[in-house]
């Protein structure tokens, strides 16, 4: 019976001398991963009673003085000692998870208690690694890797661009491309290096451990981006990010920064494309190289898009597919992000993507058409039905897509058109922050027993407030709305999730470059409310309700 591919790949590395001639494929753990679960939690819970009695017995011994390190040892090496027993039973094994996390956090917190930061994060980083060489767990090595990045992240951040004089805030840029370099390196010396003997387990630990790494590498990646196109609107959190913030401020020190920091990801991308060109030849191709110049382009906009299409190269020319999933997420996160850069207006990013999405659709219909076509027969040929469905999924995507958006389009055109226009006076704000590159912050008076309601106190619904209308249309909201009857100058509006509080519809009014000083002169907020509590902001006016 011909081998899998693990099969053939120990009997070819066999074979070249990298593993001895009784090397064999590891067992298999065949357990239903529900048996699996539920031993874990039994056996977690059995170890939280007795890790309390242990605390109480200690007491402060464990906490001060040298007490730390000393329970912190014993708890880890115990830990790591039943954790490399050959033959462990399943619950002995999530018994021994406790006491590594409690041994692993004592260290910790001992190491950063008598140390400074940086030099804590390395001392800990280091004892990471120590147990990863010592626990043969690909799994648990995966969260190691993943703690271990984050310590040397720590360690790193607190560095500055001193040798070029430059301020201090993209030193998380620096800490996650240093970490990339780690990987990328550690890669390296695997591949070239550790090749047999002893150096296999070397290896076989990287191996996992570097998954972690590279998994921390992507989300610090994209969280440094910010938040992406409407999630942070959705979620009711911020949606800008550092990059978008830094951009929005507009110090020409900062502008220098960033022209570094995307030179750094030009760089990147450049390499992650040279490097895919050479695992694979196949892509030497015209088509191919169009759709290098455009996420070349990308990533000079987008000062973190580089490192991770560099990941994403790397982890498809090695056939690590998972990794290279979780960076093609991390890539979509990004572009979604730079619709958050402030400095730009709205319609010039738009030209951007959309021009960068017909390049890639025009690119996509050229290989297409120059795919060679073979005589042995293809799905599409022997099923024509197959092609007729794809399209037809394509379609009713599309269609979707559209309906909603028209869908939307439509609620928000009947608002305008049908709503009762109701103006709320503006609360005052932070002078330094009322006007930001292309928008300029409001705030409404929102009853504070409305803005100090947790969304998990809202059922899962969004709170009215009860709004008193005058004879000029001016609402005050009064009180949050339990139900209760209105009195006939009464309505209700409903607020919005921001920033894990309740505002009156948002806390912004966007406008094109140029008009900060029109709309400085601002003093209400012009709403259309629906007879649902819906609002919608369409405006702003002056003192004497005049259109600004």
């Given at each position: 019976?011909?081998p899998?591919?693990?099969?053939?790949?120990?009997?070819?590395?066999?074979?070249?001398?990298?593993?001895?001639?009784?090397?064999?494929?590891?067992v298999?753990?065949?357990?239903?991963?529900?048996?699996?679960?539920?031993?874990?939690?039994?056996?977690?819970?059995?170890?939280?009673?007795?890790?309390?009695?242990?605390?109480?017995?200690?007491?402060?011994?464990?906490?001060?003085?040298?007490?730390?390190?000393i329970?912190?040892?014993?708890?880890?090496?115990?830990?790591?000692?039943?954790?490399?027993?050959?033959?462990?039973?399943l619950?002995?094994?999530?018994?021994?998870?406790?006491?590594?996390?409690?041994?692993?956090?004592?260290?910790?917190?001992?190491?950063?208690?008598?140390?400074?930061?940086?030099?804590?994060?390395?001392?800990?980083?280091l004892?990471?690694a120590?147990?990863v060489?010592?626990?043969?767990?690909?799994?648990?090595?995966?969260?190691?890797?993943a703690?271990?990045?984050?310590?040397v992240?720590?360690?790193?951040?607190?560095?500055?661009?001193?040798?070029?004089?430059?301020?201090?805030w993209?030193?998380?840029?620096?800490?996650?491309?240093?970490?990339?370099?780690?990987?990328?390196?550690?890669?390296?010396?695997?591949?070239?290096?550790?090749?047999?003997?002893?150096?296999?387990?070397?290896?076989?630990?990287?191996?996992?451990?570097?998954?972690?790494?590279?998994?921390?590498?992507l989300?610090?990646?994209?969280?440094?981006?910010?938040?992406t196109?409407?999630?942070?609107?959705?979620?009711?959190?911020?949606?800008?990010?550092?990059v978008?913030?830094?951009?929005?401020?507009?110090?020409?020190?900062?502008?220098?920064?960033?022209?570094?920091?995307?030179?750094?990801?030009?760089?990147?991308?450049?390499?992650?494309?040279?490097?895919?060109?050479?695992s694979?030849?196949?892509?030497?191709?015209?088509?191919?190289?169009?759709?290098?110049?455009?996420?070349?382009?990308?990533?000079w906009?987008?000062?973190?898009?580089?490192?991770?299409?560099?990941?994403?190269a790397y982890?498809?020319?090695?056939?690590?597919?998972?990794?290279?999933?979780?960076?093609g997420?991390?890539?979509?996160?990004?572009?979604?992000?730079?619709?958050?850069?402030?400095?730009?207006?709205?319609?010039?990013?738009?030209?951007?993507?959309?021009?960068?999405?017909?390049?890639?659709?025009a690119?996509?219909?050229?290989?297409?058409?120059?795919?060679?076509?073979?005589?042995?027969?293809?799905?599409?040929?022997?099923?024509?039905?197959?092609?007729?469905?794809?399209?037809?999924?394509?379609?009713?995507?599309?269609l979707?897509?559209?309906?909603?958006?028209?869908?939307?389009?439509?609620?928000?055109?009947?608002?305008?058109a049908?709503?009762q226009?109701?103006?709320?006076?503006?609360?005052?704000?932070?002078?330094?922050?009322?006007?930001?590159?292309?928008f300029?912050?409001?705030?409404?008076?929102?009853?504070?027993?409305?803005?100090?309601?947790?969304?998990?106190?809202?059922g899962?619904?969004?709170p009215m407030?009860?709004?008193?209308?005058?004879?000029?249309?001016?609402?005050?909201?009064?009180?949050?709305?339990?139900?209760?009857?209105?009195?006939?100058?009464?309505?209700?509006?409903?607020?919005?999730?921001?920033?894990?509080?309740?505002?009156?519809v948002?806390?912004?009014w966007?406008?094109?470059?140029?008009?900060?000083?029109?709309?400085?002169?601002?003093?209400?907020?012009?709403?259309?409310?629906?007879?649902?509590?819906?609002?919608?902001?369409?405006?702003l006016?002056?003192?004497?309700?005049?259109?600004?």
């Amino acid at each position: 019976m011909k081998p899998d591919r693990l099969g053939q790949t120990i009997l070819d590395a066999v074979a070249a001398g990298i593993l001895p001639s009784n090397a064999s494929r590891p067992v298999q753990d065949i357990r239903p991963w529900p048996v699996v679960l539920l031993t874990a939690l039994g056996a977690w819970l059995a170890a939280a009673p007795l890790l309390i009695v242990v605390g109480a017995m200690l007491g402060d011994v464990a906490l001060r003085g040298a007490g730390p390190y000393i329970v912190g040892t014993l708890a880890l090496a115990g830990a790591v000692a039943m954790l490399r027993a050959p033959k462990l039973a399943l619950f002995i094994e999530q018994l021994a998870i406790p006491a590594l996390i409690v041994g692993g956090s004592l260290l910790g917190y001992a190491l950063f208690r008598d140390l400074p930061n940086r030099w804590a994060a390395v001392a800990a980083s280091l004892v990471v690694a120590a147990v990863v060489w010592a626990v043969p767990k690909p799994w648990l090595r995966v969260l190691l890797g993943a703690a271990a990045a984050l310590l040397v992240g720590l360690a790193v951040a607190p560095l500055r661009w001193s040798f070029l004089g430059r301020s201090e805030w993209p030193s998380v840029w620096l800490a996650l491309h240093v970490l990339l370099a780690v990987a990328l390196l550690g890669a390296w010396v695997q591949r070239n290096v550790l090749n047999r003997g002893e150096d296999a387990r070397v290896a076989a630990a990287w191996e996992s451990l570097s998954v972690g790494w590279l998994l921390v590498t992507l989300a610090g990646l994209a969280f440094w981006a910010g938040m992406t196109f409407l999630v942070g609107a959705s979620l009711g959190g911020g949606e800008v990010g550092e990059v978008a913030r830094a951009l929005s401020r507009s110090p020409s020190s900062r502008l220098d920064d960033m022209a570094l920091l995307r030179l750094g990801s030009l760089v990147l991308a450049v390499a992650g494309a040279a490097w895919l060109t050479y695992s694979w030849p196949a892509l030497r191709q015209a088509w191919c190289a169009g759709v290098a110049l455009v996420l070349l382009g990308l990533a000079w906009f987008m000062p973190s898009l580089g490192g991770v299409l560099l990941v994403l190269a790397y982890c498809i020319a090695g056939g690590r597919w998972r990794v290279a999933a979780a960076a093609g997420v991390a890539a979509a996160w990004i572009i979604g992000a730079f619709y958050y850069q402030l400095s730009w207006p709205l319609a010039d990013k738009a030209l951007l993507l959309a021009g960068a999405g017909a390049a890639l659709g025009a690119l996509a219909w050229v290989a297409a058409r120059r795919t060679p076509t073979s005589s042995a027969p293809t799905p599409t040929a022997s099923n024509p039905l197959a092609l007729g469905k794809a399209q037809a999924g394509m379609a009713l995507g599309a269609l979707l897509v559209l309906a909603v958006a028209n869908v939307g389009i439509w609620q928000k055109e009947s608002l305008i058109a049908h709503g009762q226009p109701v103006f709320v006076a503006l609360a005052p704000v932070d002078p330094r922050s009322l006007m930001q590159g292309d928008f300029m912050a409001l705030r409404f008076a929102v009853p504070s027993e409305a803005a100090n309601t947790r969304h998990d106190q809202a059922g899962g619904r969004r709170p009215m407030v009860v709004a008193r209308r005058d004879a000029r249309g001016i609402a005050t909201l009064q009180r949050l709305d339990h139900g209760e009857p209105l009195a006939t100058d009464e309505i209700r509006i409903e607020l919005s999730p921001k920033n894990q509080s309740w505002v009156l519809v948002t806390d912004a009014w966007f406008f094109k470059e140029g008009e900060a000083e029109r709309w400085a002169r601002a003093k209400y907020g012009e709403f259309r409310v629906g007879s649902d509590g819906r609002a919608l902001l369409v405006g702003l006016r002056g003192a004497e309700l005049q259109p600004l």
